[in-house]
């Protein structure tokens, strides 16, 4: 059982940043593939960034040169990084991880883009 424990999001100005952090349980982090989702109002779930256990990074192209996903696999941390965010970029945020065929969420942080 993997526990993920979400930090970060809020309200930010169009053009602004936030960083979200998410922690995870276990001891084998580094075997964990970490994704970022995230969900509006009557939408489903959108994968948004990938931090493969083998080092591989993937962007969905809505966040492509925005948003910056990072791991600190001794810290058993996994980041996304937002920057020039814009108002389509509200939603609430959600920490994902992979292990052994199975996914654990995290609680899920609310990100508010608005002037």
């Known amino acids: 059982q993997v526990q993920l424990v979400q930090c970060g999001g809020g309200l930010v100005q169009p053009g602004g940043s936030l960083r979200l952090s998410c922690g995870a349980s276990g001891s084998r982090f580094s075997f964990y593939t970490m994704r970022w989702y995230r969900q509006t109002p009557g939408k489903q779930r959108a994968l948004i960034a990938i931090f493969a256990r083998g080092g591989n990074i993937v962007y969905h192209d809505s966040v492509k040169g925005r948003f910056t996903i990072s791991r600190d696999n001794d810290k058993n941390m996994v980041y996304l990084q937002m920057d020039s965010l814009k108002p389509e970029d509200t939603a609430v945020y959600y920490c994902?991880?992979?292990?052994?065929?199975?996914?654990?969420w995290g609680q899920g942080t609310q990100v508010t883009v608005s002037s």
């Open positions: 994902n991880a992979e292990y052994e065929f199975v996914d654990y």
